[in-house]
């Protein structure tokens, strides 16, 4: 082990900071999470706000925890690379943490600095942008959300004092952590095209990076000229600062001396331009292996070309879509086409739900029946989904009869569950819509709480269904699902969304792993390009100018994937296995599920249309 090589995965969830050392294998050698704060406002909904002086703080223990655990060397630990969440960080022009926050007064030096990608404030500032008709917005899906980062900036401009915006830095979560760590400003194309209206060059016979005259119609005419405060700049200066890098590119001279001492690390040390954590669990999952049948061999190692078939769901409190192609491929409401968001050259979709593992949490913890689920669980030392899971065998169990067997799906035909909750993300890019549930009775006991927990994974699953089927309809053939994070442990739901898609999912080898595994990988990725081209180019700085970031991004595209493969464990597999009946009811339950989409827009109309009457 003494000679092995390591690296270190940092991953920032909406709700806690992790780290992972992980081998050269991919073995996730230590691990470390801890929680991070989340502010909410008592009188507004909408708002969700972070510290980047907590998370930096969670990171740097949950580092020096798994370099104690392991008693692996620093100096053994070759890389380092970051994901995080689609969250806007806000400082001052040298780092200084500047309050997005109306409870610290907006624009002051404050604790609460980082607008979370949860919150909703934006609204009518993402209504604006997507009045304009840009061009821009073909690139995000027809429709910028509001949990994108330009309609955040500009809510801020309208509520900050001129003089304090003139004066901050935004950046998308990950890039902030990649500065914090190197002191440079570089930022990563993941962050800027999949949410600041970053256009690469190339892409359309005038794109450059940011569009001016976007920027001036939307009211953030100051970055027309000059973006660097929002994203990077393609200009030949600063030697490494300001660089737009692809996924995994080492950022300026590695780790500061700065962030090595808070870290416990060495300076120098590698570290890779960081992705949004969806992304990073796309990178950890997709070029998994799996057995085709039970005791069968392992499939064979997949080329870059068998991504295009797979799209990954990265699935926590919401759950993110994501599918490479090899061409922009078009599709409303879902987000993209993202180009060189993870390889240059290639294109990226983002189809998402808002609201996946929180929505399951709240048909739970409102439920009246919930105290006696919490009770129950711990009398029989085990969890509330395994106490769940009995209740609903055994109502499946008493609906059966000798001659016929019920299934779960059969004991909740009659109960129908809409779940845009918190608006709705892909494929209808509605944040007005909301969910609801037909065929309530007066029943309030635990077996209707563990109905309601089976009816809500059923629309989590025939969503997902409606996203794919609009990917497919748009030039996409996604013909499996690579699963990671808390929801696919899940194995009722995996099962669900398998029989609903018709098609198969694959589990990680870790599910909690697999999105700070893609994280690790981008520290190798960093570490072996240093490695290979600082003996070609000698010199402080590797990248002294977006030429050469493009020249090695473009010569080192394979070497990405390869990593993929080498540190990806081999996953399981799940087929579709419903029967027919249960075939049928689910084709049923998909198109009453439609139908509730278009009922509640209608709905929406007439009820506008008669509130906008006065006397």
């Excluded at 801020?156 to 902030?176: E, G, N, T, V």
């Excluded at 699963?483 to 669900?496: R, T, V, Y």
Aim: proline share 5%; charged share 20%; net charge negative.
């Amino acid at each position: 082990m003494s000679n092995e090589s390591f690296y270190i995965g940092i991953d920032v969830g909406t709700g806690s900071a992790r780290a992972a050392l992980v081998a050269s294998s991919g073995r996730v050698v230590a691990s470390s999470t801890h929680d991070i704060k989340t502010f909410r406002s008592p009188t507004d909904a909408a708002i969700f706000e972070q510290s980047t002086d907590n998370i930096w703080a969670q990171i740097a223990s949950c580092i020096k925890e798994v370099i104690q655990e392991s008693g692996i060397s620093p100096q053994q630990i070759k890389g380092l690379g970051f994901d995080a969440t689609c969250s806007l960080a806000v400082t001052n022009l040298t780092g200084v943490p500047i309050s997005v926050s109306e409870s610290e007064g907006i624009g002051k030096v404050g604790e609460r600095n980082i607008i979370l990608w949860a919150d909703h404030r934006a609204e009518a500032e993402a209504a604006l942008i997507n009045e304009t008709g840009s061009e821009v917005l073909e690139y995000v899906g027809g429709t910028m959300s509001l949990e994108m980062e330009i309609p955040k900036i500009l809510w801020l401009k309208r509520h900050m004092p001129a003089d304090k915006f003139a004066s901050c830095q935004f950046f998308d979560l990950p890039d902030y952590l990649t500065y914090k760590a190197t002191g440079f400003t570089t930022r990563s194309n993941c962050s800027l095209v999949c949410k600041t209206s970053f256009v690469p060059p190339g892409v359309t016979k005038t794109s450059s990076g940011f569009d001016p005259s976007f920027l001036r119609q939307i009211g953030l005419e100051e970055f027309a000229h000059d973006a660097s405060r929002i994203g990077g700049s393609t200009s030949n200066n600063d030697a490494g600062s300001g660089m737009v890098l692809t996924a995994g590119l080492p950022i300026g001279k590695g780790l500061s001396a700065e962030a090595a001492n808070a870290l416990g690390l060495v300076e120098g040390t590698p570290v890779g331009s960081g992705v949004i954590d969806a992304y990073a669990g796309w990178i950890g999952t997709v070029a998994a292996r799996y057995q085709i049948s039970q005791g069968a061999e392992l499939s064979s190692h997949p080329s870059i070309e068998e991504s295009l078939h797979r799209l990954a769901a990265v699935a926590g409190t919401s759950t993110c879509h994501l599918i490479q192609s090899k061409e922009g491929i078009f599709v409303p409401g879902v987000w993209g086409p993202y180009k060189n968001a993870v390889f240059p050259g290639w294109w990226m979709n983002e189809g998402g739900q808002s609201s996946t593992g929180q929505l399951i949490d709240f048909i739970l913890t409102t439920h009246p029946a919930y105290p006696e689920l919490q009770v129950l669980a711990k009398e029989k030392g085990t969890n509330i989904y395994s106490v769940l899971a009995d209740k609903l065998e055994e109502l499946r169990k008493e609906a059966s009869a000798s001659d016929r067997e019920e299934t779960l799906t059969g004991l909740t035909k009659h109960l129908h569950l809409y779940p845009d909750f918190h608006g709705n993300r892909s494929p209808l890019a509605d944040p007005r819509m909301r969910g609801s549930i037909n065929g309530l009775k007066l029943d309030s006991s635990l077996a209707d709480l563990a109905l309601k927990f089976n009816v809500t994974l059923e629309a989590i699953a025939l969503q997902t269904k409606h996203i794919v089927d609009e990917m497919n309809a748009k030039g996409h053939v996604v013909n499996s699902i690579y699963m990671s994070g808390s929801q696919a442990k899940n194995i009722p739901l995996m099962q669900l969304l398998s029989n609903c898609c018709s098609i198969p999912i694959v589990l990680p080898a870790s599910p909690s792993a697999a999105v700070v595994l893609g994280a690790a990988m981008l520290g190798r990725f960093a570490a072996e390009v240093s490695d290979v081209w600082k003996s070609k180019y000698p010199g402080d700085a590797l990248f002294p100018t977006q030429e050469r970031v493009d020249e090695i991004s473009m010569a080192e595209k394979e070497r990405l994937w390869n990593i993929m493969v080498d540190m990806t464990l081999p996953g399981t597999r799940i087929t579709p296995s419903a029967g027919p009946r249960e075939t049928k009811l689910l084709e049923a339950k998909y198109k009453i599920f439609r139908e509730t989409v278009e009922i509640q827009r209608r709905w929406r109309t007439e009820m506008e249309e008669a509130g906008n009457v006065w006397p």
